[in-house]
Nanobody
Framework: QLHLVESGGGLVQPGGSLTLSCAAS????????VGWFRQAPGKDREGVSC????????VTVDSMKGRFIISRDDARNTVYLQMNSLEPEDTAIYYC???????????????????WGQGTQVTVSS
């Protein structure tokens, strides 16, 4: 059974950077798309970025393009989210999730993702 664990969150100043990791165990991520989602206090969960199982398709929300970069290392069974130029509005709990069988494409429809991690807190504040 696939199990996901996020790490790398923390407190960072505005303009700073963090790299989140989503490590999988129990099964391989090879044929799964992986998405990053976030939920800020008092707000609905929103999609951030996803990467297809092949690694060739990436979707990133417009407001985060150029700042957030998703990547995957199948040898390590891990997906990363590099976050640059962080803003206070990026403060949220960040979750990764896997959608098995989504190999060529990905999207940020959360219903496609059946396995979720427990989340990691990112706080952007001076």
């Amino acid at each position: 059974q696939l199990h996901l664990v996020e790490s790398g969150g923390g407190l960072v100043q505005p303009g700073g950077s963090l790299t989140l990791s989503c490590a999988a165990s129990g099964s391989t991520l090879d044929y799964s798309a992986v998405g990053w989602f976030r939920q800020a206090p008092g707000k609905d969960r929103e999609g951030v970025s996803c990467i297809s199982g092949s690694g060739k398709a990436i979707v990133t929300v417009d407001s985060m393009k150029g700042r957030f970069i998703i990547s995957r290392d199948d040898a390590r069974n891990t997906v990363y989210l590099q976050m640059n130029s962080l803003e206070p509005e990026d403060t949220a709990i960040y979750y990764c999730a896997a959608a098995r069988g989504l190999f060529e494409l990905c999207d940020l429809s959360s219903g496609r993702y059946k396995t979720w991690g427990q989340g990691t807190q990112v706080t952007v504040s001076s």
